[in-house]
C-alpha cells in the first residue's frame, strides 16, 4: 500500500511541477522557484483544449503520441456537467496533465456518440473516463461532479495503471476492477467489487470515499434498495469530498423511499440527513456553488419527506441566496446558465414560479440557440397551468434539440397536450417519440422509455377510440 501511495505522490508531483523530468515546460523558467505547483502552472500554462465530438480524432491523436485519453461525457442540459466545464476543467492547474493524456468531450446526445455509449454506460451525468486507447480499455472511471484536485488524482492513478508499475494491495485491485465493471454496465459485478474494496481497506486509504459511493451507486442502479440502505447506513458518515457526500446521500434517500416503513427505512434517512447537514455547514475542500446547492436541495428535499416544512423551506431559500450570488457573478450568460436548472426548481419550490419565468425567458433572449431555457420554461409553465404558453415553449426546445433529448421534450409536450384536451396532437406526438426512441442506435437506446413511450401511446388511443 505504501509503495503505491509513494508511487502515486512522486507521479503527481511531477506532473504539478514546472522543470521535472516527466513533464515539458518551456516557459517554467519565467515562474519564480517560490510559487506553489499550482500557482505556477496556472501562470505559465493555458486551460487544457478538449477534442470535441470527434473521438476516432482523439483516440488517433493519443494512440500516435503514446497518451491516455480522458473523454467527458456530458449533455447541454446537464447542470453538473456545465458546472464541470464552466469551473472545474477549465481550472489552468490540470494543464500540465496534457502532457500525458488527450482530452476529449462528447455530447451523449449526439448521433456521433452512440459507439462509444455501446461500449462504455452512461448512467449518470457527467461520466468521466480514462481509457488506454490502444486497447480501449477503462483505467479511470468517475461519475459525477468532482474537485478539480479530485480529478487530478483520477488521471494520475489511471496513468499508474497505464504504465503498469505500481503495485497493488487488495484493495486497489478490486477497486480497478469495480470501475471497470461500472464502467462497462455491470452493475451486481461492480458493486461486490466495490464492497471487497472498501472491506479490504484501511480508514484512511485515499480512495476510500471514492469506492463507497461506486458501491452504492450501483446498488442504487440495481434497484437493490435494501443493500443500498445498508452500506448508506454503515457508511456515509465516513465519505468525504467535493460532490461525494451529497450524492452518496441522495442515493441512500432515494433507496429509503423504496422500503417499507420501519427501523432500516428510518435508519437510513437519518444516516443521509446527518451526513448532508453536515456537508451543508462545511462544504467539502474544492466543492463548487453547483456542488454546495445540489446538496442543499437534496438536503430539503430529506427534511420534507421527513416532515420538517420549516427546515425544508430554509434550505431552499439558502440554496437560492447562493445559486443568485453566483449568477450574478457569472461573466456571460453561458456561465450564468449554469445555475438555471437548479434556480428555477428552487424558484417553483418556494411558491415562486413566475420569478423563475422571468430569469428562463430573459436566458431565452440571451441563448436563442440553445434547447434548454425553453425546454424548462416550458416545464414551469406546465407546473402552473399556463398551458397553451408551455406547449408554445416547449415547441421552441424540440426545434432545437436533437437525439435522445428531443424525445424527452416530446414527452413533456404530449403531456401538456393531454392535459389541454388536444387528443389529436397528444396521439400525433406519442407516436413521433415512440419512433424516435424505436430508431434510436445501441448506444444511446433505452428499452424503459420505449415501454414506457409505447403504453403512453396505447393509452391515449384508448381514450380516442372511446
Known sequence: MLARVTRRLVLLAALLVPGCAEVSTPAASSVPASSPPAVAAAAVRPPIVFIEDDLPAATARARAEGKALFVDTWAPWCHSCLSMQEYVLRDPSLRPLADHVVFAAIDT??????????????????????????????????????????IRDLIVESLALLSDSAPKDAAEAAFATARRAHAAGDLAGAARSYEAAVTASAAAWRTRSAAILGWIQALHGGKAWDACARAGTAHLGEITGAAMPADASSYVLDCAEHLPEGPDRKAAQAAAIARLRAVTTHPGEGSTIDDRADALGTFAEGLEAMGDAAGAKKGQEDRLALLEAAARAAKTPDEAHTFDYLRANTYVALGRAGEAVQMLEQRERELPTSYEPPARLAGVLFKIGKLPEAEAAIDRAIARAYGPRRLRYLKLRADIQKKRGDAAGELATLRDEVKGYAALPPGQASPEALADARARLAEAETRSAK
Request: hydrophobic share 40%; aromatic share 14%.
Open 109 to 150: 446526445d449526439q448521433p456521433s456518440s452512440a459507439a462509444f455509449l455501446e461500449k462504455h454506460a452512461v448512467k449518470a451525468w457527467p461520466t468521466f473516463f480514462v481509457l488506454d486507447p490502444a486497447k480501449d480499455q477503462v483505467l479511470g472511471y468517475w461519475s459525477g461532479s468532482g474537485s478539480v484536485e479530485e
